[in-house]
């Protein structure tokens, strides 16, 4: 029932910008933190940003700056602006949704995952 599903991805040059969405449906958005991974081939999947259900966020290192997440609760969507890109981030990015751990067991709801590619 619960789903979620990124759109905004596709190719973009060096110092391009590109902002993905995450909308989601089925499920308590608000009760959330949102996070968005990507994975670059012969590459671990990496957190490259984090935002929780009261609004504050995190960045990898290698993003800080240049990319910014948000979210709309009244929209149920989660929001990836990215700018000044560069090779190295192209991935596939992942959308997750992560409730709370009430013991072994988390709420984890994932995005199909969505093609951004940076190259001239």
């Known amino acids: 029932q619960a789903q979620l599903v990124e759109s905004g991805g596709g190719l973009v040059q060096p110092g391009g910008s590109l902002r993905l969405s995450c909308a989601a449906s089925?499920?308590?958005?608000?009760?959330?933190?949102m996070v968005w991974y990507r994975q670059a081939p012969g590459n671990q999947r990496e957190s490259v940003a984090r935002?929780?259900?009261?609004?504050?966020?995190y960045y990898a290192d290698s993003v800080r700056g240049r990319f910014t997440i948000s979210r709309d609760n009244a929209k149920s969507t989660a929001y990836l602006q990215m700018i000044r890109m560069k090779p190295e981030d192209t991935a596939v990015y992942y959308c997750?949704?992560?409730?709370?751990?009430?013991?072994?067991?988390?709420?984890?709801?994932w995005g199909q995952g969505i093609q951004v590619t940076v190259s001239p």
């Open positions: 997750n949704a992560k409730g709370d751990t009430i013991g072994t067991m988390t709420s984890d709801y």
């Open positions: 935002i929780t259900r009261g609004g504050r966020v």
């Open positions: 089925g499920m308590f958005f608000s009760d959330y933190a």
